[in-house]
């Protein structure tokens, strides 16, 4: 297994539970892909022991289909997932409003570890290499290969850009991964000694140039920290990938103009992480990619209708529910 994000781990997961042997190799220094957290730890000194962890990529995550219903249902029975809200605001020509009742969202609760606790949880017992990149997936005389090391199988789970890099050509066309576009995102997140912005969870923001998303982080892991998290627009993080802490300021001025507070009241500090691969441009029809004749299969929450975090783990799983009908 290439890529230790809910895809994987969910891939990996099934085909451990069915006894497959199973290694994930994962280049980051932690598991989790874009369910990524930053712990931070606020206040005074003698609580600087309690870090709150800021989902500093996606902020929250849906159900719908039984089967990851099943999983979320593990992770709230072991005190790791909550149910967040089913209402979001609105930020529009018209200002900042409620929004309509939608799906519930989920987050975590305090001490989980934010949404990577989650993918940790479920990765509980496989064999994980993290700090592992892979250069190259290839097929010779009818031999898979992960870095010349020959294997029965390999799912590449991550976004179709990266997947296309450790593939030949060839094969990353026969997998419909080549030429794939992602878009960028800078989130930003910042800490002010107490609230300045009006009550919200979260905020669609559908007026700006510069920022698409806004959550108050203290409220979805209900610790009531003062800290923002936004998303900016992939046009603002385009030109601002090779240097994102060029994307603060503006992001800042964009969080005070938006919600009410010109100038933006001064942060305690402020900090920017690059998604250069936030989102699939477009994604698949089919849940996951498997060419059958080398059992290189792919998988991510590039492949179904709509990108996130449940089909990501959909795309994962039903790749092993094929494999394991595969597998010598
Ligand atoms: C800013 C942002 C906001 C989001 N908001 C939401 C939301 O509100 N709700 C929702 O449901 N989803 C949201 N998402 C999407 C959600 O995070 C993803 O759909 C999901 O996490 C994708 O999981 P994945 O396993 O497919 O890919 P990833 O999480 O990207 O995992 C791929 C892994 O592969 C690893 N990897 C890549 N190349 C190599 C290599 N060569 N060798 C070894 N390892 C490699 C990467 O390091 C990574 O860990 C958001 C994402 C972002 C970035």
Known sequence: MVGGGIAGVACARRLHDAGVRVRIYERGRRIGGRMAVKTEYL?????LSVGHAVDIGA???TV?????????????RSGLAQPWTDRFSILDEQ???????GPQRYST??????LRGLVENLAQGLRIETAHLVESVTVEHGQTLV????????VLAMPDTQAARLLPAGTADALAVAGSVQLPVLTLWAAWPSRWWPEFDGVFVNSSDVLTWISDSGRSHADGVPLLVTHSTGDLARPRLKDPTSGIEPMLAELGRLLGAEPTPRADWARVHRWSFAAPARTHPEPFGLLENGLIGVCGDAWGPRSRVEQAWMSGNGLAETLLKQLP
């Open 59 to 61: 902020p929250y995550f």
């Open 64 to 76: 719908r289909e039984a089967l990851f219903a099943h999983v979320v249902g593990v992770w709230q």
């Open 43 to 47: 206040g005074p000194v003698s609580s």
């Open 95 to 101: 200002g900042l409003r409620r929004g309509e009742p």
């Open 109 to 114: 609760v305090p001490g989980a570890g934010g």
């Open 147 to 154: 870095d010349g090391e020959p294997v029965a199988a390999v």
